[in-house]
């Protein structure tokens, strides 16, 4: 059974910083391009960062560019993200995510999220 799991959300002060941790198990993820999302109440979940198999490429949105951070240790399993000078606007629940293709089109896996808060 292949899972995603998310860690390190909480609730910061704006100007502050975060690491979030995605563990994977039941897939190696040498293959797959990891990325993460985020969704704030009442809005579309959208992306904020991807990193390819070797570390080669990453992509920002525009939002979180200079600020956030992606990269992976594949011998570990794991996806990271770093935030810093976070804002308000960064509220959201944050999930990672593993797709067999770049640039993602397929989300083949999910995680189930972690919180992230931002007060101003």
């Known amino acids: 059974q292949v899972q995603l799991v998310e860690s390190g959300g909480g609730l910061v002060q704006a100007g502050g910083s975060l690491r979030l941790s995605c563990a994977a198990s039941?897939?190696?993820?040498?293959?797959?391009?990891l990325g993460w999302f985020r969704q704030a109440p009442g809005k579309e979940r959208e992306f904020v960062a991807a990193?390819?198999?070797?570390?080669?490429?990453?992509n920002y949105a525009d939002s979180v560019k200079g600020r956030f951070t992606i990269s992976r240790a594949n011998n570990r399993n794991a996806v990271y993200l770093q935030m810093d000078s976070l804002k308000p606007e960064d509220t959201a629940v944050y999930y990672c995510?593993?797709?067999?293709?770049?640039?993602?089109?397929?989300?083949?896996?999910w995680g189930q999220g972690t919180q992230v808060t931002v007060s101003s």
């Open positions: 995510t593993a797709d067999h293709s770049w640039p993602m089109k397929h989300n083949d896996y």
């Open positions: 039941g897939i190696s993820i040498n293959y797959y391009t």
């Open positions: 990193i390819t198999w070797s570390s080669a490429y990453t």
